[in-house]
């Protein structure tokens, strides 16, 4: 039982399903989908009969959850808030810092939730697909006002980004080491091999500035 102590103060209907989505997801990447309505209520710091005046069931809340995981606008909104006047360099650490949260949660809930709940329908798969290109324009925006010092077009280099990213980060692939952003970043524009008067593996010695 929940002390009245205890208990959130009151929300706005929004922000009270938008804290019951975050305390929900917490649970199940910590504890799968079984989790109880109890274990909710208390993580979120409310009385149990309230989830039921948000969410009509425990499963639609669970799954209310797991889709708030992929949903893009908290990473769009990070995205946009990188200072487009910063270096190149800068610039994408910063995005690919971004996409390595983002990454490392999705990953986190697959593994947690194994096969259930991903049966994947067309609607998903247009989802999914539509989240891509918004996150892909983001990214291409990103680049864009350093679109000079690559030798393939912003789109492309947002494609790569993506792919580096997620082959350096998935923990099926790098176990509990991730590369680092910068040195992602640094691969991305410079490749692994040495150059004369420049570590292409340590782009801070460069103060930020790499050549393309």
Avoid: Y
Avoid at 51 to 57: K, S
Avoid at 79 to 102: G, S, T
Avoid at 185 to 206: K, M, N, Q, W
């Amino acid at each position: 039982m929940i002390l009245a102590s205890q208990r959130a103060a009151p929300l706005p209907p929004d922000e009270r399903r938008a804290a019951l989505i975050e305390s929900t997801l917490s649970l199940v990447l910590a504890h799968g989908p079984d989790v109880s309505t109890r274990q909710i209520a208390q993580a979120a710091g409310v009385a149990e009969g309230t989830i039921f005046r948000v969410f009509a069931t425990k499963d639609e809340l669970v799954n209310a959850a797991v889709a708030s995981a992929f949903d893009p606008s908290p990473l769009l909104r990070e995205l946009a808030a990188i200072d487009r006047a910063a270096p190149l360099p800068v610039r994408l650490v910063a995005a690919v810092e971004c996409l390595q949260q983002r990454t490392a949660r999705i990953f986190r809930l697959m593994d947690t939730l194994g096969c259930l709940g991903f049966t994947e329908t067309d609607r998903d798969r247009r989802a999914r697909s539509d989240q891509g290109v918004l996150i892909g324009q983001a990214l291409v925006d990103l680049i864009g006002p350093g679109s000079g010092q690559l030798r393939c077009e912003p789109h492309e280099a947002a494609r790569r980004l993506q792919l580096l990213t997620v082959a350096f980060s998935h923990p099926r692939f790098v176990g509990d080491d991730p590369l680092p952003p910068v040195e992602i970043v640094a691969t991305l524009l410079d490749g692994i091999r040495l150059r004369p008067g420049h570590d292409a593996l340590h782009p801070d010695s460069t103060n930020g500035e790499h050549p393309c």
